[in-house]
């Protein structure tokens, strides 16, 4: 590139800054005069955030993603707001003046690179919903379990590799994602999760599940998919209200007959394990639509499985059958 080149591209970047940095002020300067309570400032490719943000008091909702700057300490003035996103924003760390923010009950920091969360993030305690997906978090603080207010907490894409038994004290959660860390076990606590009905622990390095798991009884769906599991425990069958099981890609040689009590299932994925056979009580499942059984090592079907009449999907590809089943 010339050096003629090189400034026209360093006068094109500049006048973009500017830009962005105008636009950002027209909607603070809007949201100021017409007493907004939601602003949205992302994706403006901004470097820097106007001081003016700041004043914006009353606001209830922000939206700062996808941007180029450190937080302001002023965001911690906005004691109003219950919703604040920060995806996407390379962060690092976080302002300690967010600690003022105790109204937030929705926090979006996925897409950044914490390490660590700080001890103060305690105090939000009316957040219901976290999410902090694809960071870089090695271990989750105990005190996580002093958020009880949490209905949702996604840590999919971390590098987590235990979790504090305090987990088990969010009594309200609904959903806990966990695909994509590095877990090879799972507290005994966590079986207090009563409210739970989505559990995702795909890609983890799982061999084994607690007996507790077995009393999560609101459980609609299950993901285990690509972990390090060689045998399905019997408890399994307790989780009536499941409605998707995903087991694919574990080392599991058999399944439990108890997994005909499962008449709520709809989608139940097995693949690339080391089946030879399945059990007879898979028959049971009257609600199934979609059974995926490729790559394992399955010759025949059982004659129980004629009496899926749910059933719509039926994957059998790269298995080891010698004529397709009749």
Do not use: C
Not at 74 to 82: A, I, K, M, W, Y
Not at 238 to 265: F, I, Y
Request: charged fraction near 20%; avoid cysteine; proline fraction near 4%.
């Amino acid at each position: 590139m010339s050096e003629y080149d090189e400034l026209l591209e360093d006068e094109l970047e500049e006048m973009a800054e500017m830009d962005a940095l105008e636009e950002a002020e027209e909607r603070i300067s809007e949201a100021l005069l017409g007493g907004v309570a939601s602003l949205d400032l992302g994706f403006l490719d901004l470097n820097v955030i106007p001081s003016s943000l700041g004043e914006l008091t009353a606001l209830t909702e922000l939206d700062l993603s996808g941007n180029f700057f450190e937080l302001p300490d002023f965001l911690g003035n906005l004691t109003e707001l219950t919703r604040l996103d920060l995806v996407d924003l390379q962060l690092t760390e976080l302002p300690e003046s967010m600690r003022n923010l105790t109204s937030l009950t929705e926090l979006n920091l996925s897409g950044n690179h914490l390490a660590q969360l700080p001890g103060w993030m305690a105090d939000l305690s009316e957040l219901t919903e976290l999410n902090l997906e694809g960071n870089q978090l090695t271990e989750l603080p105990a005190w996580v379990g002093e958020l009880t207010a949490l209905t949702e907490l996604n840590l999919s894409g971390n590098q987590l590799t235990e979790l504090p038994a305090s987990l088990g004290n969010l009594t309200a959660l609904t959903e806990l994602n966990l695909d994509f860390n590095h877990l090879a076990q799972l507290p005994a606590s966590v079986g207090g999760l009563g409210a739970l009905t989505h559990l995702l622990l795909g890609s983890n390095r799982l061999s084994r599940l607690p007996a507790s798991v077995g009393g999560l009884g609101a459980l609609t769906w299950l993901n285990l998919d690509r972990n390090d599991l060689a045998v399905l425990p019997a408890w399994v069958g307790d989780l009536t209200a499941l409605t998707g099981l995903n087991l694919g890609g574990n080392r599991l040689t058999v399944l439990p007959e108890s997994l005909g009590n499962l008449s709520a299932l709809a989608h139940f994925d097995i693949n690339s394990n080391r089946l030879t056979e399945l059990p007879a009580s898979l028959g049971n499942l009257a609600a199934l639509k979609r059974l995926v059984l490729r790559g394992n090592r399955l010759t025949d079907l059982p004659a129980s499985l004629r009496q899926l009449t749910a059933l719509t999907g039926l994957h059998l590809d790269d298995s080891e059958f010698t004529e397709l089943p009749s």
